[in-house]
C-alpha cells in the first residue's frame, strides 16, 4: 500500500503565481510563464480531465478489490478532482458573467 504524500503549501509561490506579487501600478507579467488565457484555461481542464479519469481508474480498481490500491489513495484523488472540477466551473461562472456585464454595459 502507497501512502499519499501531500506537499506543504508554498504560499510565497502561489502568489507569484497568481501575479500578485508586483506592486500597485505596475505591469503585471502574465502568471502562467507567458502562456495566453486560453492555453492555460485548456491546460487546466486537460489537468482536471487526467484528475476525473484517474480517480474514476482508481474507484474501477477499488471495486474490483485490487489490493495495491488503497481506499485512502482513491477518496483523495476523488476529492482532488472535485475541488478541481470545481474551481474551473467557477472560473466559467465568473467568466459568463462579466460577459454579461459587458454586453450589458450601454455604449
Known amino acids: 500500500m502507497n501512502p499519499v504524500q501531500l506537499k506543504p503549501f508554498d504560499f510565497a509561490s502561489a502568489v507569484a503565481r497568481a501575479g500578485m ?3 500597485a501600478g505596475a505591469a503585471r507579467p502574465n502568471a502562467v510563464g507567458g502562456a ?3 492555453d492555460a484555461m485548456s491546460q487546466a481542464l486537460q489537468q482536471v480531465s487526467k484528475s476525473q ?3 474514476a481508474r482508481l474507484q474501477r480498481e477499488v471495486q474490483m478489490d485490487n489490493p495495491t490500491v488503497s481506499l485512502e489513495e482513491t477518496m ?3 476529492q482532488k478532482s472535485q475541488i478541481g ?3 474551473v466551473l467557477q472560473v466559467r461562472n465568473r467568466l459568463v458573467s462579466a460577459y454579461s456585464e459587458v ?3 450601454q455604449v
Open 21 to 23: 506579487a508586483t506592486p
Open 36 to 38: 495566453s488565457f486560453a
Open 53 to 55: 479519469t484517474e480517480a
Open 76 to 78: 483523495v484523488a476523488m
Open 85 to 87: 472540477f470545481q474551481a
Open 103 to 105: 454586453m450589458n454595459m
